[in-house]
């Protein structure tokens, strides 16, 4: 009689733990899906991010450390925050409005005038990505990037003019 074959589905790791228990660094890396060394990272910059460290340096996360990661995980890659921007978001709202997603609003920006300034280069379609199979779309479109790089030196010349 054939014994069955065991099963060789991988068992994911801190996964027979308690919601409470503590989790290692790799099983928050695993499970919010971001590399060790951008967890690691973040804690040098979010000073919110505290695990506890045991002998060795080895970090023990609490589940509030992990809600805040979590929090700061989806600010950084989905709503396209920086860095600055998070933790100005901490500073204001503190650590239980981010986990809680309570994000205040972002204020209005004042436009400057260079803001009211009429467009310097003139509105055109992009030229399409496709290859330039012709030398001459692709003479075009050398002479189109040269105005535009003229144009953005230009406006630089006029900003560096105005700031001093």
Do not use: C, N
Request: glycine share 6%.
């Amino acid at each position: 009689m054939a014994e069955a074959a065991p099963s060789v589905e991988p068992r994911r790791r801190g996964a027979g733990k308690s919601a409470s228990a503590f989790r290692t660094i790799s099983e928050v890396a695993g499970e919010l899906e971001v590399p060790q060394h951008v967890l690691r990272f973040w804690e040098s910059k979010f000073i919110q991010v505290r695990p506890m460290k045991r002998g060795g340096g080895r970090r023990y996360y609490r589940p509030e450390d992990i809600d805040l990661l979590r929090s700061i995980r989806e600010l950084l890659y989905t709503d396209g925050y920086t860095i600055k921007g998070v933790q100005k978001l901490l500073r204001e709202g503190g650590v239980k409005a981010l986990a809680e997603r309570q994000i205040p609003e972002r204020p209005a920006i004042e436009p400057t005038p260079i803001d009211r300034a009429e467009p310097v280069v003139a509105a055109r379609p992009a030229p399409a990505p496709a290859v330039a199979a012709e030398a001459s779309e692709t003479a075009a479109l050398k002479a189109a990037l040269a105005e535009v790089l003229d144009e953005l030196e230009r406006i630089k010349r006029r900003l560096r003019d105005a700031l001093e």
